[in-house]
């Protein structure tokens, strides 16, 4: 491993600090940066230990809504009464992520900006144009089972893993940052970027940019929502396709929906057209069915991963039925 110095910052503003040292990098739990250090993915020069900064609470907002802290810890999270009342989707992607020691230290802002599992990305033996920009994209012939069907590029197939963020997107949460030009608010479904012509870019955060926290708007009807995970084994693996919902429904017709998917973009997949064509329409499966369809016609699946069309379409359709009570 490469040889890097480590500086414990106590406070937002010495942690921005150190970060403006040339190759510096915030390190939360550790639970993805180190295993891509040890890789020779990630070579930081400086790692700036954020552990000890004051942004380990959630605390609930003047006009409704939750702030939690960058530095909350995944099982804390999903523990928390108010998160498991108001958002249950919330509660439910974090104890479907990872195992009960890695949630133990993964934290709210690193589970954020964790990077993909594709192969190759974690192979400095192999081209990938996300960890050496031109080398090429051997995920495209290659191993790319379970990578994205929406939104990649002829540079990048990546998907990103986070379930966490799958339910911050349908929940229309805000990242909550500050840099060395001040602070700043992105919608998180503004966080990660499609891969486009520069895939080695994960997200829209600057150099030196820390998450401070993340803002839950209030939402009524989030109380009424779920996650659902696809997985080749039933715990301690990451997803193959993952749904996020919550859903108004009165008198057997949806007054509002909130979807989106995980594991099949380079980002969270807030579900938009699927949302608009639920509105007003009949809580049944055929029309959560023609719902998902609405979505995923843009879909663009590779040799081996056109499966995952219609296990979102399913899960779109089995989720929304549980939460809705649909039989038909
Ligand atoms: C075996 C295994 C299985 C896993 N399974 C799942 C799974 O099923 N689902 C899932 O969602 N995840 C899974 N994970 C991933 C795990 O959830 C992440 O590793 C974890 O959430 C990262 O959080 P961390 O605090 O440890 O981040 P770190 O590893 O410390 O950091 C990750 C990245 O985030 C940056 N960072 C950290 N905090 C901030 C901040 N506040 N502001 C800006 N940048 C920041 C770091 O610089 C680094 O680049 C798994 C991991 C492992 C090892
Ligand atoms: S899909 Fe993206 S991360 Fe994977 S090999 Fe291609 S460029 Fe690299």
């Known amino acids: ?39 020779g993915v990630a070579t930081p020069d400086v790692l700036v230990d954020i552990n000890r900064l004051p942004l380990r609470d959630v605390t609930e907002l003047p006009g409704g809504g939750l702030r939690i802290g960058a530095g909350v810890r995944n099982s804390d999270l999903a523990a928390h009464p108010l998160v498991r009342r108001a958002y249950p989707v919330l509660s439910q992607a974090l104890l479907a992520g990872a195992s009960g020691q890695l949630r133990n230290m993964a934290t709210t802002g690193g589970n954020l900006v964790q990077r993909t599992r594709c192969r190759y990305f974690m192979d400095m033996t192999k081209p990938c144009n996300k960890h050496t920009p031109g ?22 197939v990546a998907t990103h893993p986070s379930d966490m963020a799958v339910a911050l997107a349908a929940l ?25 012509d520069t895939p080695q870019d994960d997200t829209v955060l600057r150099p030196g940019e820390l998450i401070t926290a993340v803002d839950l708007p209030p939402l009524e009807f989030a109380r009424v929502s779920a996650y659902r995970k696809a997985r080749d084994r039933a715990s301690y693996a990451f997803a193959v396709g993952a749904v996020a919902a919550a859903v108004h429904a009165e008198d057997g017709v949806v007054v509002d929906v909130r979807l989106a998917f995980g594991a099949v973009a380079h980002k969270p997949w807030r579900a938009y057209a699927a949302e608009e064509a ?26 081996d991963n056109a499966y995952k069309v219609p296990l979102i379409r399913n899960l779109v359709s089995a989720t929304l039925a549980r939460l809705t009570g649909a039989h038909q």
């Open 1 to 39: 491993m490469k040889s890097f110095s480590y500086t414990p910052a106590t406070d937002v503003p010495s942690a921005l600090e150190a970060a403006r040292t040339e190759g510096a990098t915030f390190l939360a739990g550790g639970t993805n940066l180190v295993d891509l250090m040890k890789l």
């Open 135 to 156: 080398s090429g994209c051997p995920a495209r012939e290659g191993d790319h089972r379970n990578l994205a069907v929406l939104g990649a590029s002829e540079h990048c």
């Open 172 to 196: 229309d949460a805000t990242v909550r940052v500050a840099g060395p030009d001040g602070e700043r608010d992105v919608p998180v479904t503004e966080l990660h970027r499609l891969p486009g």
């Open 278 to 303: 639920l509105r007003g329409r009949p809580a049944t499966r055929e029309e959560f069915l023609a719902a998902a369809d609405a979505e995923l016609s843009a879909a663009v699946p590779l040799r």
